[in-house]
């Protein structure tokens, strides 16, 4: 029996088992079985990825600010501020990258054999479990080699872009006399 203190979820399956039930040993016994603890790292998890974002933001110098846009003089003023270098530097690092993986995800589904399809269909399987049983499993070994080194030349450019474009682009606006 767990005790109160434990947080738990329910295990679907049990819990349609436990209707069919009829007396109430049996069913002190499958409620005991629908129960299963949650892990206790789940808030640390949670934590951490809308901290993290918040945190870098912090770091970087907030590329990016919001205020209550005002009309001021002939304009407004205010609103969503980013830094036009540091969109191009995300957009540029964003399309390079997703034209990659693209590329990297579709060359591993077409290098499982056609075969694999058809006899999951031979099977009875469906064309949505065809690909999550099949297909993908298979492709799994052929995607993540490159798509590891894929996001570990991201992390290169994107330090490199942030340490000497980024800064180029933005000692260009401040005038090119000052770098002579």
């Known amino acids: 029996m767990h ?5 738990m979820r329910l295990n679907g399956e ?15 016994v499958a409620l005991e079985q629908c129960c299963v603890p ?16 918040v945190l870098v933001h912090l770091v970087t110098g907030m ?27 995300w957009l540029a690092l964003s399309f390079y990258t ?15 054999q056609w075969g694999q399809t058809e006899a999951s269909y031979a099977i009875g399987l469906r064309p949505n479990r065809t690909l999550q049983l099949v297909v993908i499993p298979q492709a799994l070994r052929v995607i993540i080699p490159p798509l590891t080194s894929q996001y570990l030349n991201l992390t290169k450019n994107s ?8 800064m180029d682009i933005v000692a260009t606006i401040g005038g090119i006399s000052l770098m002579q």
């Not at 005790?3 to 947080?7: A, I, K, V, Y």
């Open 14 to 28: 049990a819990v349609r088992q436990f209707s069919t039930l009829s007396t109430f040993a049996e069913q002190t």
């Open 63 to 89: 590329p990016m600010s919001w205020e209550i846009p005002a009309f001021k003089g002939f304009n407004f003023q205010g609103g969503l501020v980013m830094r036009p270098e540091f969109l191009a530097l």
């Open 3 to 7: 005790d109160g203190s434990t947080r």
């Open 98 to 112: 997703s034209a990659y993986i693209a590329e990297i995800v579709r060359a591993g589904i077409l290098a499982v």
């Open 38 to 53: 949650i892990d206790d790292d789940v808030p640390f998890a949670v934590a951490a990825i809308v901290g993290l974002p």
């Open 159 to 166: 330090s490199l872009a942030i340490a000497i474009g980024y």
